[in-house]
């Protein structure tokens, strides 16, 4: 029995790319003639939720398919991957409130015992270039002791702090600096979570704008022969019966690291 199939990819976001993979499967696909199904493509969609959504959404309301097939292209990894969750990481999605990150922050700045001279850059744009040209701009300006970038990370349960960064897929080559297709933090962050409560260390620092805004800030350290620490922490959704226990964490992560 054939079933519709709406099968879809997207487009290339970055100069050197040629194309994108799960483009290319998706014409391969449409090749084969001796397939079961009846399979309806939507090539090449934009390097935009709200754009690919409404995209995908008419096609849906004009074919309507038995089942969809969304596909990605993940450069850093070797095989086909299912996705089992989706989760999304800061405030481009209209139904967004707000960025537990910038929550975080937020109460921490209304706290008047804090033994350090906190200074904040809120709710960055969702763009690595135009996020870490302001994080270097405010470096240049106040020129801190340590650094820690924070984002949000929907899916996980308590705060993470991430040892590196790749630069794999996505940011442009014009950009890159170091010949290091990996930077890690210069801080030992065994030592950073002595005492916390429940904080994980993460070797996967999510692969969009948080991954892309952590290796441009590493890599301008390390360009900069500057000896100024940095480290990013992902947070979870904040909710009452979690913020006293993150916001302890995150205090004891930011006395620690001063000591380090």
């Not at 800061?90 to 922050?105: P, R």
Request: with cysteine.
């Amino acid at each position: 029995m054939h079933k519709k199939i709406l099968l879809t990819s997207f487009d290339i976001w970055l100069s050197q790319q040629k194309s994108n993979s799960s483009d290319d499967l998706l014409l391969a696909l449409a090749k084969m003639a001796s397939l079961p199904h009846d399979l309806n493509f939507l090539h090449r969609l934009p390097v935009d939720v709200q754009q690919s959504s409404s995209r995908v959404i008419a096609k849906i309301h004009d074919i309507q398919p038995d089942y969809i097939i969304c596909c990605g292209m993940a450069a850093s990894r070797s095989q086909l991957t299912v996705e089992v969750f989706a989760s999304n990481t800061d405030i481009w999605l209209s139904q967004q409130k707000s960025n537990s990150s910038d929550d975080l922050l937020l109460a921490l700045a209304k706290m008047a015992s804090l033994p350090h001279d906190l200074n904040f850059l809120h709710r960055l744009p969702v763009d690595v270039q135009q996020s870490s040209s302001r994080v270097i701009a405010k470096i240049h300006d106040i020129q801190p002791d340590y650094i820690i970038c924070c984002g949000m990370a929907a899916s996980r349960s308590q705060l993470t702090v991430e040892v590196f960064a790749s630069n794999t897929g996505i940011l442009p080559q014009e950009s890159i600096n170091s010949p290091e297709n990996i930077l890690q933090t210069t801080v030992d962050i065994e030592k950073l979570l002595v005492q916390t409560a429940a904080v994980e260390i993460s070797y996967d620092c999510g692969k969009f704008v948080c991954e892309g805004l952590y290796y441009s800030i590493l890599d301008y350290l390390h360009q900069s022969q500057l000896s100024i620490k940095c480290i990013f922490v992902h947070v979870p959704i904040l909710n009452p019966e979690n913020l006293l226990e993150i916001i302890a964490d995150f205090v004891l992560i930011m006395n620690n690291l001063a000591l380090l």
